[in-house]
């Protein structure tokens, strides 16, 4: 018999319902299948060798203790000097900018710092997986308002419907993860008015703002006076400069709103790896990279676009983002989940069910391929694709 103090208490979980995230379980079964991962979104090929200098260099010269708790100050600086030749709006980098572990952390540290128990939060479904529970986990009642189904563009009507008075945010996503939509400036002028009569907060994830298509400019709510006023703005370094796994973002946000940000921050991660801040910020000296990205994606998405056109998977629009959807129906009747299990297992490519960002699994029959890979990796993945 166990020895009484060797018993692990009976344990109540908080998340009874929750499993691992799609974007695991596909990476997953993708190595084990050998197949080629089009799944969870990072890219398979390498950053720019300078970035890794800045930061080996950072290390080399000490720079290997805690930084300030809100972020190295040339990192800060360098953020927000983006953001006002960008965007247009001045973010004061001492009081306004803060350096997050990414924005997964970025996110939960937002809403842990304004959503209180009962409070609701509206997410426009499909979405990021780990909004709904960073919601649940501050107490606040999730209020799920589907984007427009077939198009994913945002349903204003069925905004302003969810919209109470006990609305406390509303989190919004574009460049669209995982549709490829891009806001528009009248559409980013739609929410500013719906939100114009209210007290609700924004926080808008703006990973993919270096990664639109076809001229298109990225609608930060950060050009809209109303929005950048109510709104934590947060990016993520991974995307920008292919280093998915170093986990370094920021979270932009007037004054009052980052203090209330800062302060959940410095309790959970309280800082940020020192030398990838330095490294990120001397590279952050150019915008050259930042600025060839589009381009750079965009041929990509062409490249990929055009092997897909030849199967019998319908294309969707993708304008932003490294990802391109597709409608299965005229491949298959399965469920975009069992086709995404069959499409790894049986063709050997990895794609990701859009349903899975849905709370109720919604079935659209569209799956989402990632085409940050090298033009021989999407070689591969098309010429698998191309039995469909
Ligand atoms: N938001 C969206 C829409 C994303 O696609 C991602 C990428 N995983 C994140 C947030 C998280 O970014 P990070 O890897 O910097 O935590
Ligand atoms: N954002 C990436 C995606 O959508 C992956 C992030 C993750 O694995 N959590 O694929």
């Known amino acids: 018999m166990a020895n009484a103090t060797d018993r692990t208490p009976p344990l109540q979980t908080k998340f009874p319902t929750m499993g691992t995230t799609i974007f695991t379980v596909m990476s997953a079964l993708a190595a084990e299948k050998g197949a080629v991962n089009l799944g969870q979104g990072f890219p398979d090929f390498d950053c720019d060798p300078k970035l890794l200098d800045g930061v080996i260099d950072a290390m080399r010269r000490g720079l290997n203790q805690y930084p300030p708790m809100t972020g190295v100050p040339v990192l800060r600086e360098a953020v927000a000097a983006k953001i006002e030749a960008l965007y247009g709006h001045k973010y004061d980098a001492a009081s306004e900018i803060t350096i997050t572990a990414g924005a997964t952390q970025a ?81 980013m002028l739609q929410l500013q008015d719906l939100l114009a009569p209210t007290d609700v907060f924004v926080i808008s994830d703006e990973v993919y703002e270096h990664m639109v298509f076809d001229g298109q400019l990225h609608q930060s709510a950060a050009r809209f006076p109303g929005l950048a006023a109510r709104s934590l703005i947060v990016s993520s370094f991974g995307k920008t400069y292919h280093v998915t796994g170093w986990k370094v973002g920021y979270v932009a946000a007037p004054a009052v709103l980052s203090a209330e940000f800062r302060k959940v921050h410095q309790f959970n991660v309280f800082t940020v790896n020192t030398p990838m801040q330095y490294g990120l910020a001397s590279y952050m000296a150019s915008p050259e990279p930042y600025l060839q990205l589009p381009a750079f994606y965009q041929r990509k998405r062409d490249l990929f676009r055009e092997g897909l056109a030849r199967t019998r998977l319908k294309l ?57 890979k090298k033009d021989e990796t999407l070689r591969a993945a098309l010429d698998r694709l191309a039995k469909l």
Do not use: M
């Open 316 to 372: 969707l629009p993708s304008e932003g983002t490294y990802f391109q959807c597709v409608d299965i129906s005229g491949v298959s009747d399965l469920k975009e989940a069992d086709f995404c299990k069959w499409l790894t297992t049986e063709i050997g490519v990895a794609a990701i069910p859009v349903s899975a960002l849905y709370v109720d699994n919604d079935d659209q029959g569209i799956v989402r391929f990632c085409f940050a």
């Open 107 to 187: 996110i939960i540290t937002a809403v842990l710092a304004i959503v209180k128990p009962g409070d609701e939060v509206i997410v426009l479904e499909p979405c990021y997986d780990s909004y709904v529970p960073n919601i649940e986990l501050a107490g606040g009642v999730v209020v799920r308002v589907p984007l427009t189904p077939g198009t994913f563009r945002p349903d204003f009507a069925k905004i302003g419907a969810a919209l109470t008075p006990r609305t406390r945010a509303i989190i919004v996503n574009s460049p669209h993860n995982p549709s490829a939509t891009v806001w528009t400036r009248a559409e």
